[in-house]
């Protein structure tokens, strides 16, 4: 690994070298201090290049320092490398770099203090697959000056060491929680695995990032722990052990206290699940909640050793899915921040309530998102994240001692909101009569009739997929004249936990229905050309668009899958090329897909590869050689026997990608195959329908 274009081991960026040239010219690109950030987009009539919605923001992150003084950004420089840049918010213009890599970017990053940040790195332009080092873990001051090694790369970058004032920790540390105590310190855990690489325990330890002590907090922990929360002084104070399938939680009073447990439950039948302390010592969980399992926000009664009954926040229809708004983790609450079919704030902070209003008020039709420092002073410094389903995004400062309002830059220069599609949030009926949310991207401009459609099914499959906001896939397949039609299908999170049970056991079957029945509602609503639809999705999105193509061949002209399972019976099987654990083959997949023996035919049924007589549609297949969560093989057995059939799919694999594309070049390239793909199929309206 090379070192840093400019002075980032020991001192910090003065005037003339190339990368304070880099940090003026990206600070321009970004709008930094301007009033008004220019479109700088194409024109009206031409369609924008993949690259505009497929590179790095040009602001990725944003962060004020706990004064409110500084902001931290991690930020695309010139050279498409992401750095991270601090920005002295009361002598507006002066900033630097805190640090930037020729060779590597900065992934993430946190304030430690108003005087040091942590933060770990990626390399994005080796691909998705193996990486060349570990994340890491570093200290900076904010100037970028006394850079220290904090966990040690994954690599043989040898020059490691001199950044270091003690040994650094191993590779296998990740950082966990920092506390809200002013301190140097922060909370790392240490990933412990048996002999045969298998995940045994996270021990949690509190690291100081300028001298590097570490004193371990796992003392009389119970075995097998996996999951921590701490409170705001970083004390661990809730942990889950995992084993055979079975979860234990233990409480901890205080730091004297011994551990004591509170819950004990089988995999996917938690009776709470923990989310958060507060500067009160209050312990918040959700609990499933009537007939259809909304999660609802609760306090935990320890005395009791349950949920309160009362709900603190619930959202009909919706899982709660947020957090509670505080100055530093753990404070204070001031608010609640969650998300239905948009992102709302719900502020208990009068003076928060009215500015939120004044915000709602000049930037209307828009999410916009305040964190505040010196929340309770006259100097009040709020950051806004101002969003919407057309607009990546703009940050705005406000002061509340000047009342001033300044833009500081947008998310992604060259996107002009006005030529973005729309994303409207709708709940339909599946077949047998259960809710079906579904999200729809329509292309801007009016239409002349329905429109060709791409059904996008997305991956997990057990996460919620859509959200109001703006998202690159969905936006590059509007702008070339598509709806985008993406269904909640049962088994996804975020809608009730009985939607999520009625996909357990369903791949292929009644989650393949509801995937189905979204396109014939947009059909029915005259949105979507019901001879004009393919099907198209990466993970668990390409084997649902490979079972499209096998359960309902009449709805669909075409299929793009990509880093696609094409046999699931292989998820048991590939231990030694998978990053899946014995703990997820033995006890998740049985539960949640299906088990390996008893449901044999099952799983056969509906197995693209098994079923591959069956796929008669073009198929644009796409795969990353280096994946290990689908390994290759999925993909090159499916290949091999739709040749067999006769019927070759358009076959591309990135030999430095994993599960998914991570470099630019990459992402466009697929996308231009993507994009012709789909061209041939859908754009004539005479071309011929699947056989």
Known sequence: MTAMRWNAWFGGSPPGTDAWRDLRRWLAAACLGALACGGGAAAAAEALPAEAFFKRPDIERAVLSPSGQWLAMTAGRPDGRTALAVFDLRNWGQASFAASFSDADIRSFAWV???????DLIDRESGGGEQPFGAGLFSVKRDGTDQRLLVRL???WVREARLARREPLEYNHRLLHVPADGSDDVI?????????DELREVTPKRLNVVSGRVRNLAEGTPP??????????????????????RDRLFWKADEQAPWKPIAEFERYHAPFVPRFFDAAGDFFVTVSAGP???????????????PAARALVSAPGFDFSGRLISETPGGKTLGVRLETDAETSVWFDARLKALQQQADERLPGRVNRLSCRRCDQPDMVVLVESFSDRDPGTYLLYRA?????????????GIDPAQMATVDFHRIKARDGRDLPVWVTTPPGKSAGARPAVVLVHGGPWVRGGHWQWEPMAQFLASRGYLVIEPEFRGST?????????????????????????????????????????????SYGGYAALMGLVRHPDRYRCAAAWAAVTDPRLMYEWRFISDQSDEVRQFDLPALVGDPVKDAEQLAANAPVAQAARIKAPLLLAAGARDRRV???????????????GRPPEWVVYDDEGHGWLTLKNKVDFAGRLEAFLARHLKDATAAAPR
């Open 401 to 413: 001692d000047t009342q001033a309002w300044r833009v500081i830059g947008r998310s992604r220069t």
């Open 292 to 306: 259809q399992g909304y999660a609802e926000l609760r306090r935990f009664d320890f005395a009791e050793g349950r």
């Open 154 to 156: 994954r690599g043989d």
């Open 224 to 245: 097998d722990s996996r999951l921590w929360w701490f409170d705001a002084q970083g004390r661990p104070r809730i942990v889950l052990t995992a084993r055979q399938g």
């Open 494 to 538: 975020g809608y009730g936990d009985a939607h999520f049970r009625a996909g357990i056991r369903q791949w292929g079957l009644a989650m393949q229905d509801d995937v189905a029945d979204a396109l014939q509602w947009a059909v029915a609503q005259g949105l979507a050309d019901g001879g004009r639809a393919c099907i198209a999705g990466g």
């Open 188 to 196: 790392v855990g240490e990933v412990v695995y048996d002999n045969q």
């Open 631 to 645: 390994p290759l093989v999925h993909a090159t057995r499916l290949r091999d026997a739709l040749g067999a059939a």
């Open 113 to 119: 203090n108003d005087e040091r940040l942590v933060f």
